[in-house]
């Protein structure tokens, strides 16, 4: 039995999990999640700021201390969409190899979204017909089957970067409600899916999304995993976060993180559109994702 860890240094959160692994499977001893918008501003400046590389600078030190408290042997550090499209991400995976040791290795969407599936159908039973759904900060992945083949699809649609330019002041209007329609329903026509398919749901927006249908006052996963969802409840949950301030969310949702509260609106708007064009059945959701994908791809 070895000692494990993962991290992603994700668009919206920088996240950790610590397993240990031997022939039976892998068992999480510790997983953790901070929002760090990493991707802030990017679409506007083309670089990671220094305020947002601040807040992943906090949460990788943090980490390092878990790693060396529970003498893990390896550690896989990934990043996805804002390292793909920051003009200085070689400069901050060189900060972060000087600080703290870490080799990052930067995804393509492609890879981003058959490392999450490796994670996601390791642990869920009965998944024909499969479309998992992955909501970035930056990007969102869309993992199905075709003729036995993974297909991985990302396309420039996150909560970080939508927040930004729709949802940057809660309430927002019908105009903007109506922008934002048009620019998920642009991204998504450059899918080639043509039947409706069983969605799985992975990552903050989706759990932050399970959280509010239970009304979790504390934020649990276990609870979380592989609840389904109907499309109709989904519509409704989003009818009443677009109404809502971002202090009424977190004054409401007392699950989910309150530095969600800003991007939660874009990320539930995005997958009721989602679900209305793709899913015919409930969204099952699933706690596991990319991290666990990265320690059973790499061992």
Do not use: C, W
Request: glycine residues 6%; charged residues 25%.
């Amino acid at each position: 039995m070895v000692k494990l860890a993962s991290i992603d240094l994700g668009s919206n959160s920088t996240r950790l999990l610590i397993a240990e692994v031997n022939d039976q499977g892998l068992n999480v001893l510790t997983r953790m999640h901070i929002v760090t918008k990493m991707s802030e501003k990017i679409e506007q400046t083309g670089v990671i700021s220094t305020e947002a590389f601040k807040r992943v600078n906090s949460a990788l030190r943090n980490f390092k201390k878990l790693l060396t408290e529970n003498d893990v042997e390896d550690v896989f550090v990934v990043g996805t969409a804002a390292l793909r499209d920051a003009k200085n991400a070689e400069e901050i995976i060189e900060n972060i190899k000087r600080k703290y040791d870490f080799e990052v290795e930067v995804l393509s969407g492609h890879e981003e979204g058959i490392t999450t599936s490796i994670g996601v159908l390791h642990f869920i039973e009965n998944t024909e017909n499969f479309l998992i759904i992955d909501i970035g900060g930056r990007s969102t992945e869309f993992i199905y089957e075709f003729e036995n083949k993974i297909i991985s699809k990302s396309l420039n649609l996150g909560v970080v970067t939508l927040s930004e330019k729709y949802f940057s002041n809660l309430p927002i209007g019908q105009e903007l409600i109506d922008e934002a329609k048009l620019k998920i329903e642009t991204e998504l026509s450059q899918l080639d899916i043509k039947d409706k398919k069983n969605v799985i749901g992975v990552s903050g927006t989706a759990l932050s999304l399970a959280s509010i249908f239970l009304d979790q006052q504390n934020f649990n996963e276990e609870e979380l995993h592989e609840i389904k969802i109907d499309t109709d409840n989904v519509q409704e949950i989003n009818k009443r976060i677009l109404k809502m301030t971002e202090a009424e969310i977190i004054t409401k949702f007392r699950g989910i993180d309150p530095k969600r509260a800003s991007t939660i609106t874009s990320g539930i708007f995005l997958l009721e559109i989602i679900l209305s064009n793709y899913s015919n059945s409930p969204i099952i959701i699933s706690k596991n994702d990319i991290l666990e994908g990265l320690i059973l791809k790499k061992y």
